[in-house]
């Protein structure tokens, strides 16, 4: 049995986030689908990362088992199967015990967002037409690097075992007129980095000060945070591997 990484970018709009789901256009399913019927057979991804609806991915992985060997020029062909939204960038051979999710090291997310109409953004960042304070936004990006449990960021009914996340890089920088959020840690909760942003978005506008932002934190409650910041500006930047992974596994 062969085991390949897929290498994957996908524009989120019309998906119902990247995993499988019944009766929904999920990223999982177009990419099974395609699999399936270029290898003529049944094949299941396992995801790297999941994202949520609207959400979207310049770089993340799925694995899957195979019989034989993969061509690599099956890119171009599984491409030509897939809608124009979704692209596989590689195939990675690599072996049986390698598992996208569990041996990532890090996740990088951005938040995107201009104060100014333009048509060539509207489906890629948030139209925000407020002032914001940069050096109050950085602060508060600081603050996060500071704390390990993030349960005031996790939506309601998260199914998860612990709320701990280590936050490796936590940053806003403004270029071409567009305010970014980078954020980079372990792992990351559901709808955490939208809530993230819209919280700081209130320290931004001075809505909260430093002081309150850390209470919110602190008070592991959900209802605390501002979670209201649409999808479609939010991005999966990489997935982060050891270094020289695809080299040597």
Not at 3 to 18: D, I, K, Q, T
Not at 50 to 58: F, I, K, S, Y
Not at 142 to 151: A, I, N, P, R
Request: hydrophobic share 40%; glycine share 6%.
């Amino acid at each position: 049995m062969n085991r390949y990484f897929l290498e994957v970018s996908y524009h989120g709009a019309r998906y119902a986030g990247s995993q499988v789901q019944q009766n929904a256009v999920t990223v999982q399913a177009e990419l099974e689908k395609a699999l399936n019927i270029y290898f003529r057979q049944p094949l299941t991804l396992t995801g790297s990362s999941r994202t949520d609806a609207g959400v979207h991915a310049r770089q993340n992985f799925y694995h899957f088992d195979i019989t034989a060997p993969v061509n690599p020029k099956s890119v171009y062909n599984l491409n030509a199967i897939l809608p124009p939204d979704v692209v596989i960038q590689a195939f990675w051979p690599v072996p049986a015990a390698a598992h996208c999710r569990f041996d990532a090291l890090a996740r990088e997310y951005e938040y995107f967002i201009y104060g100014f109409k333009d048509p060539f953004l509207a489906d890629r960042a948030w139209y925000y037409p407020y002032p914001l304070n940069l050096p109050e936004l950085e602060k508060a990006a600081s603050v996060l690097k500071e704390y390990v449990d993030f349960t005031s960021f996790s939506k309601r009914n998260s199914q998860v075992k612990t709320f701990n996340c280590t936050i490796q890089l936590s940053e806003w920088r403004r270029e071409q007129g567009v305010t970014v959020f980078r954020v980079r840690g372990n792992r990351f909760l559901r709808g955490m980095v939208r809530g993230l942003v819209g919280t700081m978005l209130q320290v931004g506008t001075g809505k909260i000060t430093l002081k309150q932002f850390r209470q919110i934190i602190e008070a592991r409650d959900c209802t605390k945070a501002d979670f209201s910041v649409p999808a479609h500006g939010l991005f999966l930047q990489q997935v982060l591997y050891p270094e020289g992974y695809f080299l040597t596994t």
